[in-house]
């Protein structure tokens, strides 16, 4: 059974941010890990014929949902085993984005990136990942969550060449995002997520739309919903603060869940106290390049930690950020002792 918030009716259950590394018989996982996440089209990278490409990500998808079930996982994703990046499924089907002829913007790194080029009023003129839902919904039994990138973070991953305001581009993104959700979520998704690290990466534009757009991407929305904030993906982003530069303010988002990472840069986690109200998916899987698989002492070390600040009835736990670039073996195993250990947490309350 699932309750009203979209997960599992027991303390602490655990979940996933979202991508699960896919098979190198699917990608070339040495391309996908030397370059920057896409923001456009990176075609190049699948192994498999295009005629092939969907049945072969329909396979790999299964490999995804089976494994998070067998580590144990309460509520899964479908691992974004269809995408070459988190964000660039989603923006790049949106009508008014120039895909043959890209643009240039900053990376949260600083480096320049092809990116969208916005040449006309974004608008989303058919569901992008509803199948992707409907597909994961008829392979588990489990609670499923859905994630899209949110508008805000769209908004600094393309170049705009029409609105000339980046608030407005992200309000039209907005609209986008909000359609999205709701098709979704009629698909059968218990959960939405959006996702937003460029709330820390770019603070201080955060404050000032950010959060208006983020709730109108999620205006008139009633299911469950989770806004994911963090540093980025360990893989790539090495130079990474000791806590949030915005995060009290988001408090104010129209949403059930809250998501951010902790376990990498051991993060204090008092600031937790500044989003009493809101449920709390917490991150107690280290997942940069050099971090062992966790023994469950460990982990569980990470959740007494959490729950100081945290009613238990209001934390879920998870890894820091997706699992992508990971090797396989060393996720699953991340993901088992991420389950153990909230098993062994949640015997002692």
């Given at each position: 059974?699932?309750?009203?918030?979209?997960?599992?009716?027991?303390?602490?259950?655990?979940?996933?941010?979202?991508?699960?590394?896919?098979?190198?018989?699917?990608?070339?996982?040495?391309?996908?890990?030397?370059?920057?996440?896409?923001?456009?089209?990176?075609?190049?990278?699948?192994?498999?014929?295009?005629?092939?490409?969907?049945?072969?990500?329909?396979?790999?998808?299964?490999?995804?949902?089976?494994?998070?079930?067998?580590?144990?996982?309460?509520?899964?994703?479908?691992?974004?085993?269809?995408?070459?990046?988190?964000s660039n499924r989603f923006a790049t089907a949106l009508d008014g984005m120039d895909l043959d002829n890209p643009g240039t913007a900053l990376d949260r790194t600083g480096h320049p990136n092809p990116v969208p080029r916005v040449v006309g009023p974004i608008r989303r003129?058919?569901?992008?990942?509803?199948?992707?839902?409907?597909?994961?919904?008829?392979?588990?039994?489990?609670?499923?969550?859905?994630?899209?990138p949110g508008p805000f973070t769209m908004s600094q991953q393309a170049q705009d060449d029409y609105y000339h305001d980046e608030e407005a581009l992200a309000m039209a993104l907005a609209d986008a995002v909000n359609a999205e959700v709701r098709d979704l979520s009629a698909a059968g998704a218990d959960v939405v997520q959006l996702d937003e690290p460029y709330l820390q990466a770019r603070s201080e534009k955060a404050a000032a739309y950010a959060i208006g757009a983020i709730n109108r991407a999620l205006?008139?929305?009633?299911?469950?919903?989770?806004?994911?904030?963090?540093?980025?993906?360990?893989?790539?982003?090495?130079?990474?603060?000791?806590?949030?530069p915005f995060l009290e303010p988001l408090a104010a988002v129209n949403v059930r869940q809250i998501s951010l990472e902790s376990a990498q840069q051991n993060v204090?986690?008092?600031?937790?106290?500044?989003?009493?109200?809101?449920?709390?998916?917490?991150?107690?899987?280290?997942?940069?390049?050099?971090?062992?698989?966790?023994?469950?002492?460990?982990?569980?070390?990470?959740?007494?930690?959490?729950?100081?600040?945290?009613?238990?009835d209001q934390?879920?736990?998870?890894?820091?950020?997706?699992?992508?670039?990971?090797?396989?073996?060393?996720?699953?195993g991340k993901l088992r002792s991420l389950a153990q250990a909230a098993a062994k947490v949640r015997a002692e309350l």
């Amino acid at each position: 059974m699932r309750d009203i918030f979209g997960a599992v009716e027991k303390l602490l259950p655990t979940t996933v941010v979202g991508s699960y590394p896919q098979p190198d018989w699917l990608v070339d996982r040495q391309m996908l890990g030397s370059r920057l996440p896409p923001r456009v089209r990176a075609l190049e990278i699948w192994r498999v014929a295009p005629e092939l490409l969907e049945q072969a990500q329909d396979d790999a998808t299964v490999v995804a949902i089976r494994d998070m079930e067998r580590a144990g996982v309460d509520i899964i994703t479908d691992g974004e085993v269809r995408r070459e990046s988190y964000s660039n499924r989603f923006a790049t089907a949106l009508d008014g984005m120039d895909l043959d002829n890209p643009g240039t913007a900053l990376d949260r790194t600083g480096h320049p990136n092809p990116v969208p080029r916005v040449v006309g009023p974004i608008r989303r003129m058919r569901p992008v990942e509803v199948r992707d839902v409907q597909f994961l919904r008829a392979n588990t039994d489990r609670t499923i969550k859905a994630t899209l990138p949110g508008p805000f973070t769209m908004s600094q991953q393309a170049q705009d060449d029409y609105y000339h305001d980046e608030e407005a581009l992200a309000m039209a993104l907005a609209d986008a995002v909000n359609a999205e959700v709701r098709d979704l979520s009629a698909a059968g998704a218990d959960v939405v997520q959006l996702d937003e690290p460029y709330l820390q990466a770019r603070s201080e534009k955060a404050a000032a739309y950010a959060i208006g757009a983020i709730n109108r991407a999620l205006d008139g929305i009633t299911g469950a919903t989770v806004l994911h904030t963090c540093f980025g993906y360990a893989h790539i982003v090495h130079s990474r603060p000791n806590g949030y530069p915005f995060l009290e303010p988001l408090a104010a988002v129209n949403v059930r869940q809250i998501s951010l990472e902790s376990a990498q840069q051991n993060v204090d986690l008092s600031i937790l106290k500044a989003l009493r109200g809101k449920k709390l998916i917490v991150g107690v899987v280290d997942l940069s390049d050099e971090s062992p698989i966790e023994d469950v002492d460990t982990v569980a070390d990470r959740i007494r930690s959490a729950l100081r600040f945290v009613d238990a009835d209001q934390l879920i736990l998870a890894p820091d950020c997706g699992m992508k670039y990971l090797p396989r073996d060393k996720a699953f195993g991340k993901l088992r002792s991420l389950a153990q250990a909230a098993a062994k947490v949640r015997a002692e309350l």
